[in-house]
């Protein structure tokens, strides 16, 4: 048995005198009050507080034993609901001429607490909707910043009003001297610390001597706190990137050297370092390219692109699209996109978010879900390191993070999306094929390449080049205005930015001769594709990088296409293909596509495509010179057989 803890010393026995229990939990002294006659202590506690009577906590018993006469207690359940419903009609404590008890009392059994009859506060009203504007990220309320609720997806506004106030300025969080997080580390953690807080001693040491110096130009190679432990991060992070079996032994030497290293050779170190942040002037030598020789004439190269031209027929699941969507998919595609409601999944991110073209009566919103935080590289995987086993970590080209540790070091204002399927494209516009025209100035063959950003209907085509073949001579080059609202332009790769599209003049007016770069611009795709379609016969070649992405853009469906992707096909097939800068550098020695983040020149890509057509045929009839073809007034003839004279006789 266990010993009792005299809890219940102070409580009445309710079986005193008749208790035979020798260790009794409760009390057996004579002096204290019976407990049978509970109902009578229940009423008389009751009357003494309706009389506003004291009762004194320390004279009455702890805890009393429940002992009720009422049927009602049988069904406690329905009991709370009647004095719940009771109390709802009575007047509130403050009306009753009852006097608050000076010292803790008990309330009789069966009834609710004074608090229960409280009157019940409103809910806080509604804040006045706001002009649709960003809602603030932040509110300040003296020397406390609470954030804001955004909006959510139906519109409603937070249940508070504040006022908007401009973002604070946030500054770069400095590092500690804590190693930096790797997917595969070298060694243990505190392996790594230990070895990074010795590089940073070593560090210190000469950095501090540097501080000591009287030269000016050596204390401006000094480096602050922060700097010296982004250094030592930098350094060990990269040996930790490395070959694990040598981690240890290559950052142990370096500390070695860095023990034992003069103070000259620290500062030509820095020196060095300081020279490599700096920006490199682009050098101005001799160029690389090389130039296109074909030895054929322009009619001739003309003559040899039925040779080129791609079939269509097996590439409707790489993107293209040969047939037009029929009606009853048109159908099928118009009811999934009512049962979505508009909900994408934003193509940068893969965050799901909803649309809502010509905006959210609400508030006027495009787009729900907030800002977009995305990398625009794609990743990839750095060269590997000699003697090194493992496969490294897959990494981001726009910020050298690894995949996996970033969630992004790019923010939109929106999410984006993007659909490829010809049923939801035919949705938005309707595909056409290239009609017949009977004209004579139509060229023999039209260089042709789009740009696209993304609107509420998904990536749109916002601008349209056409280029003369094979001389590069422009034919077309206009902006688009789209058929939805602008989420993003996509400036960085498609390189049309808002201030074009406010200098751009009407398709058909002059430019204005101050100097400025304008282009002219249309009203909608169809318009843009109706100026295409004059330019084009449904034999005429139509040569680009990537066809089906600017096919689908413009809603075309042209027969003759020669698509540089597929002449200069990748080693394992489709959907791998080699990038349209890739090929010029390779093939042509030529850089295109330099602008960095101002974007791409479609007039420059249409071009680049029509060179490495020509550069195709001219590998092409040098092999087939070899195998005895011959040309003769334009046209090419194939080898005679053994016996047979040249082809004039």
């Known amino acids: 048995m266990f010993s009792p803890l005299g809890l219940f010393r102070q409580t009445p026995c309710p079986e005193y005198p008749q208790c035979s229990l020798t260790p009794c939990l409760f009390s057996h002294d004579p002096s204290a009050k019976p407990h049978n006659g509970s109902a009578q202590a229940k009423t008389s506690a009751t009357h003494s507080l309706e009389a506003g009577e004291e009762i004194d906590a320390a004279d009455s018993p702890r805890k009393r034993r429940r ?60 804040a006045a909707k706001a002009p649709a504007t960003k809602p603030a990220l932040f509110t300040t309320t003296g020397q406390a910043r609470t954030s804001v609720a955004q909006t959510d997806v139906n519109g409603s506004s937070p249940p508070f009003a504040a006022k908007k106030a401009p973002l604070p300025k946030v500054k770069a969080p400095k590092e500690s001297l804590n190693p930096r997080m790797l997917l595969s580390p070298p060694v243990s953690h505190p392996i790594r610390l230990k070895l990074l807080t010795m590089l940073h001693e070593q560090m210190t040491r000469l950095n501090d001597e540097l501080k000591r110096s009287d030269d000016v130009s050596k204390a401006a190679l000094t480096l602050s706190t922060s700097d010296l432990i982004t250094e030592a991060l930098d350094e060990e992070f990269q040996f930790a990137r490395g070959s694990t079996a040598v981690y240890q032994n290559v950052i142990k030497s370096r500390i070695m050297v860095l023990k034992k290293m003069k103070l000259a050779v620290w500062m030509d170190e820095r020196m060095k370092k300081v020279a490599e942040r700096l920006p490199k002037p682009i050098p101005k030598g001799p160029s690389t390219s090389r130039p296109i020789v074909t030895d054929l004439t322009p009619d001739e ?274 959907p791998l293909r080699f990038g349209l800068k890739m090929l010029m550098k390779k093939h042509l020695g030529r850089d295109i596509q330099m602008g960095g983040s101002r974007g791409h020149d479609s007039k420059e890509d249409a071009r680049a495509a029509g060179d490495l057509v020509r550069y195709r045929i001219g590998e092409m009839w040098r092999k087939m010179k070899g195998e005895g073809w011959t040309k003769r007034d334009g046209d090419l003839f194939p080898p005679l057989p053994s016996g047979r004279g040249s082809p004039g006789r």
């Not at 419903?85 to 059994?109: F, G, V, Y």
């Not at 993107?319 to 996109?337: C, H, I, N, W």
């Open 301 to 574: 190269e003309l003559a040899f692109l039925p040779r080129l031209v791609a079939q269509q027929e097996g590439l409707g699941k790489h993107g293209y699209v040969p047939t037009m969507p029929t009606e009853s998919e048109l159908d099928v595609a118009r009811k999934g996109v009512v049962a979505a409601q508009n909900w994408e999944q934003c193509d940068r991110c893969s965050t799901r978010f909803q649309v809502f073209p010509g905006r959210r009566e609400e508030d006027g919103a495009l787009t729900s879900g907030g800002n977009c935080t995305y990398h625009w590289a794609k990743p990839r995987r750095p060269d590997a390191v000699k003697y090194e086993n493992k496969n490294r970590d897959l990494k981001y080209a726009c910020c050298d993070e690894n995949v996996g540790v970033s969630t992004g070091c790019t923010k939109a204002d929106s999410h984006v999306f993007k659909t490829s399927d010809p049923k939801r494209l035919a949705l938005v516009m309707p595909f056409e094929t290239t009609p017949a025209v009977d004209r004579a100035d139509v060229p023999g063959a039209v260089c042709f390449d789009c740009e696209m950003g993304y609107s509420t209907h998904g990536m749109e085509l916002i601008r349209l080049t056409a280029t003369a073949w094979p001389d590069g001579k422009e034919l077309l080059d206009i902006l688009v205005r789209p058929l939805g609202e602008v989420l993003d332009l996509n400036s960085r790769f498609s390189g049309v930015w808002p201030e074009d599209f406010a200098n751009a003049v009407p398709y058909g007016e002059a430019s204005t001769s101050d100097g400025t770069h304008q282009l002219q611009i249309v009203d909608s795709p169809a318009k843009a594709r109706e100026l295409l379609f004059a330019l084009l016969r449904p034999e005429t070649p139509l040569i680009g990088h990537a066809l089906e992405n600017d096919l689908n853009a413009a809603r075309i469906l042209h027969p003759t296409i020669i698509d540089t992707a597929l002449l200069f096909p990748h080693p394992r097939g489709l």
């Open 67 to 126: 002992i009720s006469t009422n049927v009602q207690d049988d069904h406690p359940v329905e009991q709370a609901t009647n004095v719940i419903s009771e109390s709802s009609s009575s007047p509130i404590p403050s009306q009753l001429n009852i006097e608050p008890a000076a010292k803790e009392t008990k309330e009789p059994i069966g009834t609710l607490p004074s608090t229960a009859a409280r009157a019940i506060s409103p809910p806080p009203l509604r």
